[in-house]
């Protein structure tokens, strides 16, 4: 009776690990692949620049989306589509930015970072469970964004600031999300063996 009970749990203990696994792990890749993408299309701030500028929060947006579906707690639902919302009205205010100079760009990109930190600690902090685990590769993440935002707008105070900063920020998060992926992945597979 027992073994039955466990067995016809364990698919809706893995459903928020495996969604969150590849939520993690698609939104690491991405945004690994817009930094290698940023780092050679940055300088001078043209065109594709921009749509670049514009393209990396609209990653953050979408992957806000996928989580807003798939997450059943009415708090952290909350915040995600908050950070979705957010994400959105960022990608647009980028555009605009992106015309008016590196300054601008770094002050938006600063403001984002700063504010997207805290939400990510948050969420960070109400997903820890036996199931998920400590969180804490998110939890780092969310506390260096709002460093790096508070470093953004720093930087955008110098007189030539540079958007190459961005590119450092962009794989670092992306590496956290993998890193977050890989020990979901290796949680899962402990649970799969203490039931087998």
Known sequence: MSTNTQSSRTPLADNPRSSLLKLYLGRG???VAWAAAFSVNHDPLDAPA???L???PLIDAVS???DYRAVTNESQRRVTLFNGVLSTLIAITLGVAGANGAQAVLHVFGAWAVISGVAQIVVGIRRRSPELGTQWPMLLAGGLSILAGIGHNTQALADQPK???LVLYTTAGGVFFIIQAGLLARRARLARTQIA
Do not use: D, N, R
């Open 29 to 31: 890749i991405l945004a």
């Open 50 to 52: 921009i749509i670049l």
């Open 54 to 56: 514009a393209v990396y």
């Open 64 to 66: 806000s989306l996928i």
């Open 163 to 165: 958007l190459g900063i």
